[in-house]
């Protein structure tokens, strides 16, 4: 049974950090592109960041490049999303995705609330 498990969200003043770590169960995690989506209220989920099996290559929306970064840990299972310099733009339900491009091998996470709030 494949298991993503978002942690590390929470509450946070504009201009605050936070790390989100996505723990992954249940499937080949280095055989897996993983990204962080987030999900703001009345909008569409977006992607926010993605990184390659190996982690050699990151892409990220223009609206979090310079103030997150995404890495992962394939001995762990574990993806994370630094996050810096947040405003209340980036008020959203983070999600973490891991997928095998051009499979049926797509799953997500059950998400984790960042607020961004003074």
């Known amino acids: 049974q494949v298991q993503l498990v978002e942690s590390g969200g929470g509450l946070v003043q504009p201009g605050g950090s936070l790390r989100l770590s996505c723990a992954a169960s249940g499937l080949s995690f280095s055989r897996y592109a993983m990204s962080w989506n987030r999900q703001a209220p009345g909008k569409e989920r977006e992607l926010v960041a993605s990184?390659?099996?190996?982690?050699?290559?990151?892409n990220y929306a223009d609206s979090v490049k310079g103030r997150f970064t995404i890495s992962r840990d394939n001995a762990k299972n574990t993806v994370y999303l630094q996050m810096n310099s947040l405003s209340s733009e980036d008020t959203a339900v983070y999600y973490c995705?891991?997928?095998?491009?051009?499979?049926?091998?797509?799953?997500w996470g059950q998400g984790t609330q960042v607020t961004v709030s003074s």
């Open positions: 990184i390659t099996t190996g982690g050699g290559t990151t």
């Open positions: 995705n891991a997928r095998i491009v051009g499979t049926r091998y797509d799953w």
